[in-house]
């Protein structure tokens, strides 16, 4: 007999259960965004900005056709280590389950199966979107399609200037998707500050985030997801120029090296972290563990407004 039913760490469970607050972590970005052995290291890192916060982390992902919403140590450390992980995007759970495989879940897979499990807050560090030659390639994440049908808030830095930022957030407003940003009204660029483009709401606290999901809740009116685009501080991003040039020749290598489709993202973010001498890792970092304490803070006061 299979069992494919969703499967819960132990301590997530009973959170769930309880009322108690939970925030939903991405695996992708541990086996395919972040380069290894600091990949590891720093998904433990993410948990523990969850916890200290005061919020039980779940971070989801595939291990052997298991769907797992709160991985543990065990699990954690060879999605993180093995070779072969697959990323999954929503279509690819059923049939990465049914063949036994072990699999990263994107930010629209994660949402999915967060939303599924009754987990309304995710954290990550950048969204995926419409890549710039979207208009020949049709390359457009999942991501977009996905929260436009799934009740979840997701806490990033926007997209990455990898992508077409300005399509990307034309594209949230056709679906439907609600984009806030935190304390700002420009749409961050992952890496830098601002990534170009105004917002039209601005939100002051994490008790202000919590009050638009319960206002949704009680509304019943929409049914997708909230994008927190939380920046970081101008004197923490990476160096504005060193992006610039970094970008252009990961685009120009991209383009050499013929990286196509679901390869394209990982490509691109190996490019920075190694042209930059881990300049941008370190950027990452701090834009990944800053969204785990604020989502962990809304969850936290999404779950005291529900009490
Ligand atoms: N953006 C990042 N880092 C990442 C990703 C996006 O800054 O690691 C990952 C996320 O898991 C996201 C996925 O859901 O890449 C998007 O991939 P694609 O463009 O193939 O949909
Ligand atoms: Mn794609």
């Keep these: 007999m299979t069992d494919f039913h969703i499967h819960y760490g132990t301590e997530v469970a009973e959170a769930l259960r309880e009322g108690r607050p939970v925030v939903a972590l991405e695996s992708t970005i541990v086996s395919h965004g972040l380069p290894r052995p600091d990949n590891l290291r720093v998904a433990r890192q993410i948990e523990q900005a ?47 389950a049914a063949t036994g495989a072990d699999g990263a879940t994107t930010v629209a897979a994660t949402s999915a199966v967060a939303a599924a499990a009754g987990i309304g807050v995710f954290a990550t560090g950048g969204l995926g979107g419409v890549h710039r030659e979207a208009a020949q390639t049709f390359d457009e994440s999942a991501d977009l399609v ?79 997801g909230l994008i927190v685009a939380n920046p970081l501080p101008t004197d923490e991003q990476l160096d504005p120029e060193l992006h610039d040039r970094t970008l252009a020749d990961g685009l120009a290598l991209l383009e050499r090296d013929g990286v196509t489709g679901k390869a394209v993202t990982p490509y691109l973010l190996a490019h920075f972290h190694s042209a930059t001498e881990g300049a941008s890792l370190a950027v990452n970092v701090r834009i990944i563990l800053r969204n785990a304490d604020l989502a962990a803070r809304i969850a936290v006061a999404a779950a005291a407004r529900r009490a």
């Design 50 to 96: 969850v916890r200290d916060a005061g919020a039980v982390p779940a971070t989801i992902g595939m291990v052997d056709g298991r769907l797992v919403v709160g991985l543990d140590d065990a699990e954690l450390t060879r999605l993180a280590t093995v070779d072969g992980v697959a990323k999954l995007s929503v279509r690819d759970l059923a049939v990465a």
């Design 146 to 224: 996905t929260l436009a049908r799934t009740p979840i808030a997701v806490v990033c830095a926007g997209v990455k200037s990898i992508l077409d930022v300005g399509a990307t957030l034309e594209r949230l407003e056709t679906l439907g998707v609600g984009v806030v940003g935190y304390r700002t009204r420009r749409f961050p660029g992952f890496f830098i500050t601002d990534g170009g483009f105004d917002l039209d709401w601005s939100l002051d606290s994490a008790e202000q985030v919590a009050d638009v999901l319960v206002a949704r809740e009680q509304q019943r009116v929409h049914h997708g």
